[in-house]
Every structure is written in C-alpha cells, then in structure tokens.
C-alpha cells in the first residue's frame, strides 16, 4: 500500500453485522482511515432482521442478552434508559427491562445509533453508500477488492467483508407457475408478502417457526379473520420463553463433544437433573449453546448431516423461542382454531386466479389432501445453500471462482479469521464475511450474541492486516 494513500476498508450490508463491524472499526480507529458501509436497502443498522414495521414483531432474545458490545448489557440498558424520558420510547419503561422482549424496530433503531455514535469521535471515517454490490474484482495477487455496484459505479478498497447476513428462503418446491403467481409470497419479509388480502381469506404458510408466528402475527394485528394453516414437515412451533430470567445452569456437556445422539442423550440426562431441582429445560438448552461451534466443528462432516436430518427440527424450536406475549397470541389463535398445524410434505401446488391450491402429503400417511389459500406464504427460514440463492453478488463471487459453498453447502467456506475460500481452495487474502454466512463452519452464528464477538475479532483482525500492519493490542 502506497505510505500516503487513505485505508479503506469496505464492507457491504448494513444490518448488525456490518454495522457492528464498522462500529468497532470506528471506535478504535488510532488513525484516520475510511470505513465505507454499502446498503442496498438503507437504512444503515436494522438489516432484514429489525427492520420489521409492527409493534409485535418482537425480539426472540431478552433485552439483557441483546447489547451490541459483548462486554456486558450496559449499553443497551443505557441507550433504553435515555430513551425512556423521551416522548415515545416504543416501549413499557419500568423495572423487569431486562427480561423484556423489546420490538425488533425499536432494536433497529439502537443499532442505528450504535453506528452513528461509534462515528462521532472516530479518528476514522465512515461513508455510508446506499446501492447493490453486484461483482466483485481483483488484482492477481488477489489483493485490493474492487466492488461494482448495480448503478455502474466502483469503489476500490484494501479489504472487502461480506455482512450479507440471511439469505432469502429458497422455494421448497423449485420454480413452477405457482411460486410466480402474486398469490405466492417468496419472501415473507417483503412489505407486500400480505398485500391485497381480505379479512377472512386462507392463507397457508409453509413452515411452522418463528417466520410462520411472525406472519400470523402480522395477520392478526391487521384484523384477518380467516383461517391460517401452517404445513411443515414435523408440525412443530416453537417453544415459548418464560417471562422472567430464569437462573443460568451449569451443563456438564462440556468437553463432551461425541456424536449427535451422544450430545442428545446428554441433555436429556441434564434436563432431569435440572427438573428434579425444580429448575426448568430452558437453561439447560441455553447453557450448551457457547459450547455449539465447537460440538460443531469436533463433528465429522457425516455427524453434522445426522444432526440435520435428525435433531435440527427439536433443537431449533427449543433454541429459538418466541417472545411470551407473542406465545400468547399464537396460543389463542390455536384454541380460536384460525391457525391450524399440519405435519406434512407439500407435494405440489397450482395457482389459480383466486387462490392457490396446495397438495400436501401428511406425516405418515400416502394421501394427497387439497387445501386452497388465497396467499401461501414461504417461511421455510433463510436460504443456506450458495448454490440456490438468485442474489447476483454470491452468484459473481461462484462464477469468478472467488468463494465456494461451505461445509454441507451452508454458508461460504471460509478460514478461521473469515477469509473467504475460493474455489482452488486458498483463503483469499482481501475478501471475509461473518455472521449467517458462517453457518458451515460454526453452525450457530446467526443470533447477536454470537455475531457481536465475531465483529469484535474481525476487526481487530483487519485492522492489524490492512489498516496498521505494525499495530498490536487490537488499536487500530
Ligand atoms: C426476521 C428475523 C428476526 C430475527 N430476530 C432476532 C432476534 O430477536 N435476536 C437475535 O439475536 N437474532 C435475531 N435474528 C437473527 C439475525 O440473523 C441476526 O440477529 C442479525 O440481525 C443478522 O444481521 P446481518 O447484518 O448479518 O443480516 P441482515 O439483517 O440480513 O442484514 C444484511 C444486510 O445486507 C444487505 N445486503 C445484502 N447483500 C447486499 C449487497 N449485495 N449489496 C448491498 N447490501 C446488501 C441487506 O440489504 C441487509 O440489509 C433474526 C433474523 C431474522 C431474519
């Protein structure tokens, strides 16, 4: 690098993830510098995950465990308590805040925050850009990334992260007219997943966890009445938090990193125990989750296949839990019997002019069963697999031969710092990505506790490389 030429360090997406990684890019910044934000759906912060517009879109984790810093809850109990004296806090200020489930808008806006306070008294510089990257070149050495956005434009840095976070979902039965129709919804966070329906119109939902609450919240606040039916292939919701924080447990899992079945058994020996203590499962399944990446990575690739197949369906409705007051609602939608649960396969669908219909196999049994919805709504989770996304960047960083699918096809291949793995197999030495796009390597990287640490580390690791080579002690 030219002594006198101006670092800059370019990361593309702006949800928690590359915000988080400017924001400690910008707080330890020991000399000037430019961090340049690229986002194709501004604003800079909430991402896909806290954009969400209704008051009961609410977060899945408690406030205490959701500051962007990972050296403790106070800087979100700080933000919150400032917040609180305003004229409209978007939330019920008062004792218990910890353990409160704060609106996912609300979280958008802190993390908004954290970027533009991070920025304030940065030696750094940060350069919001609103635009899609699209392709990604560069030199032979395979250093100074040049990303193109879709407006034609470029711009040169020394390093490129990829904070592209959640995939959208993929479409469980590939591309026929139906997933066409405007009666198909392909992304349930697109604003108009829901645009156009009547009070008392059937919407199906494929998929039965946290998305399918979402959307049957959504349905709710706007005053549908009419049937909701979820199909998946367990038939399983998931489970609801407590309201209050329950005390932590201490797994005897650690260290223990046999195969799944062995993990499995594991936790149900702990899972009495703590019963018997009249201690409650949760805990206990929140006590094995710093120990996940590496259960993770001690497994063979044939291990973390079986656990796939087998366990992922139970393990993520007891890792991911809906707010209370959102199991509520859910819980009376049931009873009302205006959302129903189907164990199945859909087998086929067929879009109409008024309405889709919907061919789905029930769990354990050979016949087909009709149902006809006005919207199907795909909430089969995040897109995984590289190879199925349409998004055209990951598409150019595959056919450039500049990243390739992680382990099991999840996420990107990647080395222990992030550094993407091309297809010849070599870690590049100026292109990274973290957060959901990890999923291969560590399995569980998509929730704020995990990502903050791995924004922290990044960039400490870029500063050093790119930014201060003779820098130490992560100052920047
Ligand atoms: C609906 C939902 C709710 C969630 N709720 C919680 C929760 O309550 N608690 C929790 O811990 N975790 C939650 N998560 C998990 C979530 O993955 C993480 O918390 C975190 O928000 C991920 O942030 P991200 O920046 O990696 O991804 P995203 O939020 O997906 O942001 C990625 C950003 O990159 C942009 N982008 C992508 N490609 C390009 C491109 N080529 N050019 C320019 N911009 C691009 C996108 O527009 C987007 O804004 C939730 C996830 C979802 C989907």
């Not at 988080?20 to 194709?40: D, K, Q, S, W």
Request: proline fraction near 8%; charged fraction near 25%; aromatic fraction near 6%.
């Amino acid at each position: 690098m030219n002594p006198h030429e101006t670092p800059r360090v370019a990361i593309v997406g702006a949800g928690f993830t590359g915000s988080l990684t400017a924001a400690h890019l910008l707080r330890n910044a020991a000399r000037p510098f430019e961090v340049c934000l690229i986002e194709r759906h501004p604003p800079f912060g909430p991402g896909t995950a806290f954009k969400a517009p209704l008051p009961c879109h609410l977060l899945n984790v408690p406030a205490v465990r959701m500051s962007a810093y990972p050296d403790g809850p106070q800087h979100l109990m700080k933000w919150l308590t400032e917040r609180a004296s305003g004229p409209d806090p978007g939330f019920e200020a008062g004792s218990g805040l910890e353990a409160a489930f704060l609106p996912r808008r609300l979280y958008g806006e802190y993390v908004e925050h954290t970027l533009a306070e991070a920025a304030q008294d940065s030696r750094a510089r940060l350069t919001r850009v609103a635009g899609e990257a699209v392709s990604i070149e560069s030199d032979a050495g395979g250093t100074r990334p040049r990303i193109q956005l879709r407006d034609g434009s470029t711009i040169a840095a020394q390093c490129a992260v990829l904070a592209l976070g959640n995939f959208p979902p993929v479409d469980p039965i590939g591309n026929g007219a139906a997933v066409a129709s405007i009666r198909y919804a392909t992304d349930p966070w697109d604003e108009r997943a829901l645009e156009g329906l009547e009070a008392q119109d059937t919407v199906l939902t494929i998929g039965s966890n946290l998305t399918m609450v979402d959307i049957a919240l959504a349905l709710d606040h706007r005053g549908h009445r009419g049937p909701i039916v979820a199909v998946s292939r367990h038939g399983l919701l998931p489970q609801p938090h407590r309201k209050s924080l329950l005390p932590s447990w201490s797994s005897r899992v650690e260290g223990r990193t046999g195969s799944p079945r062995e993990l499995l058994r594991a936790i149900r020996e702990d899972v009495t125990l703590a019963s018997a203590g009249g201690l409650d499962w949760r805990p206990v399944v929140d006590s094995i989750r710093p120990r996940i990446v590496s259960i993770w990575t001690s497994w063979s690739e044939r291990e973390r296949g079986r656990f796939l197949r087998h366990a992922r369906a139970y393990w993520e409705i007891h890792r991911h839990r809906m707010a209370p007051e959102n199991a509520r609602v859910i819980g009376s939608l049931l009873e009302s019997g205006r959302l129903r649960v189907i164990a199945g396969r859909i087998a086929g669908m067929s879009a109409g002019k008024d309405q889709i219909e919907v061919r789905v196999n029930r769990r354990g049994s050979r016949v087909l069963e009709t149902i006809r919805a006005a919207r199907v709504v795909n909430c089969t989770g995040p897109g995984t697999d590289l190879r199925r996304t349409k998004d055209p960047l990951v598409q150019d960083l595959l056919t450039r031969r500049l990243a390739r699918p992680g382990p099991l096809g999840l996420g990107f291949d990647t080395d222990r710092d992030g550094a993407l793995v091309g297809a010849d197999g070599r870690p590049s030495l100026s292109l990274f990505t973290l957060g959901p796009p990890l999923q291969g390597r560590d399995w569980e990287t998509t929730a704020i506790p995990e990502i903050r640490m791995q924004t922290e580390a990044l960039a400490i690791c870029l500063a050093r490389r790119f930014v201060t080579p003779e820098a130490h002690g992560g100052s920047i």
